[in-house]
């Protein structure tokens, strides 16, 4: 069974500061990679999605990716209230299939 | 980002009755789409998934009779919840994909059932 682990959370992050969040995944021959943001009672909205490994960086989104930890990481800098939601981690594994992690609650304190 | 819109954003209907949900992708073609259901406080439960021309591939507990797909187009896919009842009263979410299978997958802005 191909999966997609993120610890559920909450995570509670002061406002101004970086929130780090992370995902881990099972299949090695995953190929792409990406992160949604859902707020409460509304569909998923794609962030950021990676396809190599290191570092990309979009405003003050970082998406991180390391194929060898078969880890991939979220940070957000200059966190701000608005940023409160729940992050979902998505694979699309060796076949195409996407799996998705259960999700990480933010939530940034004013 | 790509644009997915999906049709009605709520809808309540009576036990017995069917319901159809439209997903269309605007600004590109979906050459697969993704049906979700989600109930409050719970993660993203994949339904179906679904390449145009062909028949919806559907996850192990989900009923094909009771929820059937449609997908005869590259910016259409449809939605059919029949014979509903209280217990399939959820938020209903399309997903669209297009291009290559490592493409990004793009969400509609969901659909809020209810059965009375």
């Keep these: 069974q191909k999966e997609v682990e993120q610890n559920s959370g909450p995570l509670s992050v002061p406002e101004g ?3 780090s969040l992370n995902c881990t995944y099972s299949d090695r021959g995953s190929q792409s990679f990406f992160w949604y943001r859902q707020y409460s009672g509304k569909s998923p909205e794609l962030i950021m999605s990676i396809y190599s490994n290191g570092d990309k960086e979009d405003g003050r989104f970082t ?13 957000i800098r200059d966190s701000q209230p608005s940023d409160s939601a729940t992050y979902l981690c998505a694979v699309n594994d060796s076949n195409y299939q996407l799996i998705w992690g259960a999700g990480t609650k933010l939530i940034i304190k004013p | 980002g790509a644009v997915v819109s999906q049709h009605p954003s709520r809808v309540i209907c009576k036990s017995g009755t069917s319901v159809k949900i439209e997903c269309r992708s605007l600004d590109f073609q979906a050459t697969t789409m993704f049906w979700y259901r989600q109930f409050p406080k ?30 005869a187009s590259l910016t259409l896919s449809t939605l059919t919840v029949t014979s509903a009842h209280p217990e399939d009263s959820s938020f209903y979410i399309c997903s669209a994909r297009g291009g290559h299978p490592n493409a990004e997958a793009f969400f509609g802005q969901g659909t809020r059932l209810t059965v009375v």
């Design chain 1, 17 to 19: 500061a970086i929130a």
């Design chain 1, 63 to 75: 998406a991180q990716l390391n194929k060898a930890s078969q880890y991939v990481s979220l940070l």
């Design chain 2, 42 to 71: 719970q993660s993203l439960m994949l339904m179906a998934t679904s390449n145009e021309g062909s028949k919806a591939t559907y996850e192990q507990g989900v009923e094909k009779d009771k929820f059937l797909i449609n997908h």
